[in-house]
């Protein structure tokens, strides 16, 4: 009602208080808003009532071609009002849905990697605790009292729940203090300072030490081992040394799980680093290092503004084509009817319609990352016709609709703000301002005051502003869904972690819970030692045994497969497997490939398994020695599709499987 009020103020004696320019200001208003919140019956009623009053007013008081020159502001904002209006009402309710949706491959993803993270860690215990208390049954000459310990040990660690990320923080050093001292050792600690990390950090650097460790007891024939704790809450290093035989570094197995996993692996999972020096007969350093810093690196990334933009709105195009083409052709009214207002003004109309196509050009291409030379190209061409724009128009025209050129940069400014180009866009919009004050105040463009100018200056700096607040809201309204669908990510991934973790230790402890645990569990409670100790140590070492292949092959043999490695192992054959402790699940034709292997009469002497993880595939080798025809023959019937050579000295097999 206050537009058609202004409009037929319009008919009111002295119509040039009211410059032309400025007549359809209210209307625009007007149907940007109905566009915006009506129907669209009622938007169209409305806005035919206001642009037909408009019309009949305008040709009354300045003739047809006045009318039709008005008209086409009023024609493009219910356009583009619309278009906006549908964007940020489904930018609303995505910001809505998010609230309650779960992105469920995300959700999927963090249940992959619990199990993957699970199976490491489970890996780590089978090696690091329950083989080694298996070993040190089998051995003869350990204190039985630390056996027992061990024993105990290794039981409570595989049965324990799996530790999830925690978010408190934990002192390294109270942690290092509680390191058991390798046997006929006495371990040193120093320290300088004392750190205080989150607990996954500080646990898994205890974990590693405590590997390290146990290879000195095992393999380094010291007489002295130290650890040396240097840093604080933002890094730290913890130095191992012992001056023990030593070793070559580059000579360890890559599948070796003491030193790539156990040590270097766990470091690695919380984003530390394992550095190991060694030098045969002069002792071994391990330096296990973190920062907080190389550590937020590979953090969360914060959400930008194009990114959230992106977020609210799959496709800114379309929204952007409906906001800006309506004006970018409705302006070819004024253009057109102005070509001989100044002999420049063709010159002018070609400057609009290089500008029009680049800004088509921007929108299309506003679904990818634009050449940001090209963009600054565009907005110097944009600037620069600008200013000579003002430079040429008629010196009074600057109220009324020749001054066209002055509005007509509006379009790709909003292109530009859009697609985060927001400086370039502030820049463009700065110059042409203050060309205008400085022709205004110079005397060049002719008017009584600024005042005068200021709906030729508001109407580029209105589509500025209005793009802004636009985008602005849109961009929130992205980041909303960003982070409620991180939160709820987050809350759903966590709840599916636990529940991967816990399922996947379940399993696993139920493949060597049948034997191997309990057997521990005796040993640890003064069974077995004391009752017979050699048949202790013997079930010990066959355990053993199952436990190091359930660690390089987790999950492939079952009971009869088993039984029958053990036998063949009994009878003197030496089996070797080799593979990735990676690998979550074998292939299962590496069970068939052993049963054949060891299923003839005579057992042989040597069986050597490899497994090399390929991209999409699984490179099985199989070695036994000495040949022999009758298993060359079963070793081909498991695998047809496989290479079987059979010769005097070894049967060999290769066959490659797809992954699952």
């Known amino acids: ?46 806005c035919s009532t206001l642009g037909f009053a408009h019309v009949l007013v305008t040709v009354w008081v300045g003739g047809a071609d006045s009318a039709i020159e008005g008209l086409w502001p009023i024609l493009a904002a219910p356009v583009a009002s619309a278009a906006v209006t549908k964007v940020l009402r489904a930018a609303g309710t995505r910001a809505d849905q998010a609230q309650q949706s779960l ?32 070993r040190a049954v089998a051995t003869v000459g350990i204190d039985r009292e630390a056996v027992r310990a ?85 890094g730290f290093t913890v130095r191992i040394h012992d001056d023990g035989v030593g070793f070559r570094p580059a000579e360890v197995r890559g599948t070796s799980v003491g030193l790539r ?110 050449p940001r030379a090209g963009v600054r190209v565009a907005a110097l061409w944009t600037a620069a016709g600008a200013v000579w724009a003002l430079l040429v128009i008629p010196a009074d025209s ?92 987050e809350i759903a991934s966590a709840a599916a972690a636990r529940d991967s973790r816990l399922a996947w230790r379940s399993r696993r402890i139920d493949e060597i819970g049948r034997e191997i645990l309990p057997f521990l569990r005796d040993v640890a409670t003064g069974g077995g030692l004391t ?17 190091r292949d359930e660690l390089h092959i987790p999950g492939v043999l079952d009971t009869g497969s088993r039984r029958r490695l053990e036998t063949a192992r009994l009878d003197g054959c030496v089996v070797t497997i080799q593979a990735d402790t990676d690998t979550m699940e074998p292939p299962r034709v590496v069970r068939d490939l052993l049963e054949s292997a060891l299923s003839t009469s005579v057992t042989p002497r040597e069986v050597i398994l490899s497994l090399h993880p390929e991209p999409g595939r699984t490179i099985i080798s199989l070695v036994c020695v000495p040949g022999d025809s009758q298993r060359a023959g079963l070793l081909r019937a498991t695998v047809p599709a496989g290479t079987v050579d059979d010769e005097p000295e070894a049967t060999c097999v290769e066959v490659s499987v797809a992954a699952r």
């Open 1 to 46: 009602m206050a537009a058609l009020v202004t409009v037929l103020a319009n008919l009111a004696p002295a119509p040039v208080l009211i410059p032309l320019s400025a007549r359809p200001t209210p209307v625009v208003v007007a149907v940007i808003l109905v566009a915006g919140f009506h129907s669209k019956i009622r938007t169209w009623l409305i």
């Open 103 to 134: 992105p469920e491959a995300q959700v999927v993803e963090a249940k992959a990697a619990a199990g993957r993270a699970a199976h490491r860690d489970f890996q780590r215990i089978l090696h690091d605790d329950v083989s080694a208390a298996l």
């Open 150 to 234: 061990a024993c105990g040990e290794a039981v409570r660690r595989a049965e324990q729940e799996p530790r999830m990320p925690a978010e408190n923080a934990e002192s390294l050093e109270l942690l290092l203090a509680d390191l058991p001292s390798p046997a006929g050792l006495e371990l040193n600690l120093f320290s300088e300072g004392s750190p205080t990390v989150p607990a996954p950090v500080a646990r898994a650097t205890l974990d590693a030490a405590r590997q390290v460790l146990v290879n000195v007891e095992r393999h380094a024939r010291a007489s002295g081992v130290s650890v040396h704790l240097r840093g604080d809450n933002d």
């Open 261 to 370: 996993d156990s040590v270097t692996g766990r470091m690695a999972d919380v984003g530390g680093k394992a550095t190991i020096v060694s030098v045969p007969g002069r002792g071994t350093t391990v330096e296990l290092s973190w920062s907080a810093a190389d550590a937020a690196e590979s953090g969360p990334v914060t959400q930008s503004w194009v990114q959230g933009l992106h977020a609210a709105v799959d496709d800114v195009r379309g929204p952007l084509a409906a906001v800006c083409f309506p004006y970018l052709l409705s302006m070819a009214i004024p253009v057109v009817r102005h070509l001989d207002a100044a002999p420049s003004m063709p010159w002018l109309a070609g400057w609009y319609g290089i500008m029009a196509a680049a800004t088509a050009l921007l929108i299309s291409r506003a679904d990818r990352p634009f």
């Open 398 to 489: 600057i109220q009324t609709y020749v001054s066209w050129p002055v509005g007509a940069i509006g379009p790709i400014l909003v292109v530009l703000f859009t697609l985060g180009l927001r400086w370039e866009a502030t820049i463009v919009l700065l110059i042409q301002q203050c060309a205008l004050a400085a022709l205004v105040f110079g005397g060049v463009l002719h008017t009584q005051s600024f005042v005068e100018a200021l709906p030729a200056a508001m109407s580029s700096s209105l589509c500025l502003v209005s793009g802004a607040v636009i985008t602005s809201t849109i961009a929130k309204l992205g980041k909303v869904v960003l982070e409620a669908g991180a939160e709820r990510t």
């Open 531 to 547: 009752d017979d100790p050699a048949a202790t140590r013997h079930r010990a070492r066959t355990l053993e045994w199952m436990a």
